[in-house]
Nanobody, 121 residues
């Protein structure tokens, strides 16, 4: 079994910052991709930032220059530093991990439960 748990959401004023954390635990053999997605009310879930094992990183155009994704390989963790937050960043943020468990040979997707980020004055 693999679990993915996020933390760090909350309420912040426009222009403020938040840091989200996510850790995967359980019978993990290796992790390839870790990413952050978000879903605002009435909208589809969208990719915010992606980190692939080996160092490749991509961002949604809407967050480039404001958000930074980073990973701690040893802790099976991924972080999202969010600066200059705007009201349109308000959403539930989900952590995603592509994991090959110890007992399996295939890569499987795992999602966290989501953490609310609200940007409002």
């Amino acid at each position: 079994q693999v679990q993915v748990v996020e933390s760090g959401g909350g309420l912040v004023q426009p222009g403020g910052s938040l840091r989200l954390s996510c850790a995967a635990s359980g019978s993990i053999g290796s992790i390839n991709r870790m990413a952050w997605y978000r879903q605002a009310p009435g909208k589809e879930r969208e990719l915010v930032a992606l980190s692939i094992a080996g160092g490749r990183i991509t961002y949604a155009d809407s967050v480039k220059g404001r958000f930074t994704i980073s990973r701690d390989i040893g802790k099976n963790a991924v972080y999202l530093q969010m600066n200059r937050l705007q009201p349109e960043d308000t959403a539930v943020y989900y952590c995603y991990a592509e994991v090959r468990a110890v007992t399996t040979y295939d890569w499987r997707p795992y999602w966290g439960q989501g953490t609310q980020v609200t940007v409002s004055s």
